[in-house]
């Protein structure tokens, strides 16, 4: 098991927040992984080390992959929106994460 103590205020803020789309949801049917967006420059063990102290389950490895920002126009004028970091969490067999948060 990873020995490394993070902070824990940033383990905290490395997880931006959890996507739900229609991928993220075959993703987390097909292999036990959930997706979430998190900080531009969080590594693979503190997502992993957030996850686990967040949601209190094991982790069996985190996928990330860097996603460009589309440019987009606005009339006349063009933007971009943000890159964004998304960390695919594969979680251990028989280990469930509800993010509803709905009571049962």
Do not use: C, W
Not at 29 to 39: D, G, M, P, Q, R
Not at 48 to 74: P, Y
Not at 85 to 91: D, P, S
């Amino acid at each position: 098991m990873s020995t490394t103590k993070y902070d824990e205020g940033r383990l905290m803020a490395v997880l931006v927040a959890p996507i739900v789309s229609e991928k993220a949801t075959m993703v987390a049917e097909k292999s036990n992984a959930v997706t979430f967006k998190v900080l531009q420059n969080a590594t693979k063990p503190e997502i992993k080390a957030a996850v686990e102290l967040m949601f209190k389950v094991e982790v069996q490895g985190v996928s990330v992959v860097n996603i460009k920002g589309k440019t987009k126009r606005f009339g006349r004028s063009v933007g971009r929106r943000d890159h964004v970091r998304k960390a695919y969490v594969t979680l251990k067999a028989g280990q469930e994460l509800n993010l509803s948060g709905e009571v049962a």
